[in-house]
């Protein structure tokens, strides 16, 4: 036994404005049908039944296996026209859906499914948050209580025997199944919808449909970025050198407009770097008298806080400072867990490491401390 689908195509949708009708209208690269489509595909149902008006039977850019029904005058003539073409004997359970929700998430039609398994009805909600009026001429004529309220969504699903039997006791009418089933006497549980499950109704809606599916896009499209940062202070008189946000004990410090902590520096720049975002220098300028001595976990937070605002997380960071002196090995462990900590990521994606450049160069001379830092960023 089988899920199946039917997915109701068979309106004309002239709210949403347009020369054809609202499901036939591009977004985001496809048609509205495409993507509601695509959703219930790559949930797995099977048979899909798709309702279709009279006049669009021959529509080019249907995917071979769908079944094309022709609807009726209404949506209920419509689903009853779709429940025929399913067999009770292959068919267990039946989703409905409306092809104007294209950005169903597959979450949505996974708790449908699921709840399948223990009831005989059940449809995505979402509890009404809003306050409610009554309107007449424009003007607010009183309230509406709206405890108990839900909006409902689809795609909404039954076992199909029962619902074959509502549908054909049925006077017609009714504004979806949930309503025929309930006519039926059947018990429909209500399963957590989505904001992102609109229905797309008037012209303003494909704006931001639009934006739904492209973040869904990108969530399902991993973006992978990798960047280096690379640092260099020179010492000074002082007691102790800032790296990666511990104070190591020496008989210098690093000299600096401000902590000169090159480790953390080198990490920032590798973060800005894989952000195409530019270096530390772009976003807090040394000509800049408040940032004289300041902390660099400033600069790295808000480093980080850039790749997330920009869709990233952080995945991973490998920095190596390399002097002769201070030692770092007895210091990386405490290293590790500042960084993790103004981060916000876990001690085991950051690596602190140490070389020397065999007595060459200005560090071979202890003239001073560079520091080499890889990140990556992968899209959150």
Same mark, same amino acid.
């Given at each position: 036994?089988?899920?199946?689908?039917?997915?109701? *195509?068979?309106?004309? @949708?002239?709210? *949403?404005?347009?020369?054809?009708?609202?499901?036939?209208?591009?977004?985001? %690269?496809?048609?509205? *049908?495409?993507?509601? =489509?695509?959703?219930?595909?790559? *949930?797995?149902?099977?048979?899909?039944?798709?309702?279709?008006?009279?006049?669009?039977? +021959?529509?080019?850019?249907?995917?071979?296996?769908?079944?094309?029904?022709?609807?009726?005058?209404?949506?209920?003539?419509?689903?009853?026209?779709? =429940?025929?073409?399913?067999?009770?004997?292959?068919?267990?359970?039946?989703?409905?859906?409306?092809?104007?929700?294209?950005?169903?998430? /597959?979450?949505?039609? +996974?708790?449908?499914?699921?709840?399948?398994?223990?009831?005989?009805?059940?449809? &995505? @909600?979402?509890?009404?948050?809003?306050?409610?009026?009554?309107?007449?001429? %424009?003007?607010?004529?009183?309230?509406?209580? !709206?405890?108990?309220?839900?909006?409902?969504?689809?795609?909404?699903?039954? !076992?199909?025997?029962?619902?074959?039997?509502?549908?054909?006791?049925?006077?017609? %009418?009714?504004?979806?199944?949930?309503?025929?089933?309930?006519?039926?006497?059947?018990?429909?549980?209500?399963?957590?919808?989505?904001?992102?499950?609109?229905?797309?109704?008037?012209?303003?809606?494909?704006?931001?449909?639009?934006?739904?599916?492209?973040? /869904?896009?990108?969530?399902?499209?991993?973006?992978? !970025?990798?960047?280096?940062?690379?640092?260099?202070?020179?010492?000074?008189?002082?007691?102790?050198?800032?790296?990666?946000?511990?104070?190591?004990?020496?008989?210098?410090?690093?000299?600096?407009?401000?902590? +000169?902590?090159?480790?953390?520096?080198?990490?920032?720049?590798?973060?800005?770097?894989?952000?195409?975002?530019?270096?530390?220098?772009?976003?807090?300028? &040394?000509?800049?008298?408040?940032?004289?001595? +300041?902390?660099?976990?400033?600069?790295?937070?808000?480093?980080?806080?850039?790749?997330?605002?920009?869709?990233?997380?952080?995945?991973?960071?490998?920095?190596?400072?390399?002097?002769? /002196?201070?030692?770092?090995?007895?210091?990386?462990?405490?290293?590790?867990?500042?960084?993790?900590?103004?981060?916000?990521?876990?001690?085991?994606?950051?690596?602190?490491?140490?070389?020397?450049?065999?007595?060459? %160069?200005?560090?071979?001379?202890?003239?001073?401390?560079?520091?080499?830092?890889?990140?990556?960023?992968?899209?959150?």
């Amino acid at each position: 036994m089988t899920d199946a689908a039917i997915i109701v *195509a068979a309106g004309r @949708g002239t709210r *949403a404005g347009g020369n054809t009708a609202k499901q036939w209208q591009p977004l985001a %690269g496809r048609r509205v *049908a495409d993507w509601a =489509l695509k959703a219930i595909s790559e *949930a797995g149902l099977s048979p899909i039944v798709v309702v279709l008006h009279p006049d669009d039977m +021959a529509m080019d850019g249907l995917p071979k296996e769908v079944i094309r029904i022709a609807g009726g005058a209404s949506r209920d003539a419509s689903v009853r026209a779709g =429940l025929a073409a399913l067999d009770p004997q292959v068919v267990r359970n039946v989703l409905i859906h409306d092809v104007a929700r294209p950005c169903v998430p /597959q979450s949505v039609i +996974a708790a449908v499914r699921e709840a399948l398994n223990v009831a005989e009805a059940a449809a &995505p @909600g979402l509890a009404v948050t809003d306050a409610l009026w009554r309107a007449e001429d %424009g003007k607010v004529t009183g309230v509406q209580i !709206r405890d108990g309220l839900m909006r409902a969504q689809t795609p909404q699903g039954f !076992r199909l025997a029962p619902l074959l039997a509502a549908h054909a006791a049925h006077p017609g %009418g009714a504004a979806d199944d949930v309503e025929v089933a309930r006519a039926a006497g059947m018990t429909v549980m209500i399963v957590p919808g989505h904001d992102s499950n609109l229905k797309i109704t008037l012209p303003d809606d494909f704006l931001r449909a639009e934006a739904i599916l492209s973040q /869904q896009q990108r969530k399902n499209t991993m973006d992978i !970025r990798l960047g280096n940062g690379f640092d260099v202070h020179a010492f000074e008189p002082g007691d102790g050198c800032w790296l990666c946000g511990i104070k190591v004990p020496h008989d210098k410090a690093l000299k600096g407009h401000s902590d +000169a902590d090159v480790g953390m520096h080198a990490v920032t720049d590798a973060i800005y770097g894989a952000l195409a975002a530019g270096d530390i220098g772009r976003h807090f300028p &040394p000509s800049d008298p408040q940032w004289k001595g +300041a902390e660099s976990h400033i600069f790295l937070a808000h480093a980080v806080a850039l790749a997330r605002s920009s869709g990233y997380r952080v995945s991973n960071i490998d920095c190596t400072l390399i002097c002769e /002196q201070p030692k770092v090995g007895p210091h990386a462990g405490a290293m590790q867990a500042r960084m993790a900590e103004i981060m916000g990521l876990e001690a085991d994606r950051i690596s602190i490491k140490a070389t020397t450049s065999e007595k060459l %160069g200005f560090t071979g001379r202890e003239e001073g401390i560079a520091a080499i830092a890889t990140a990556t960023l992968v899209s959150a």
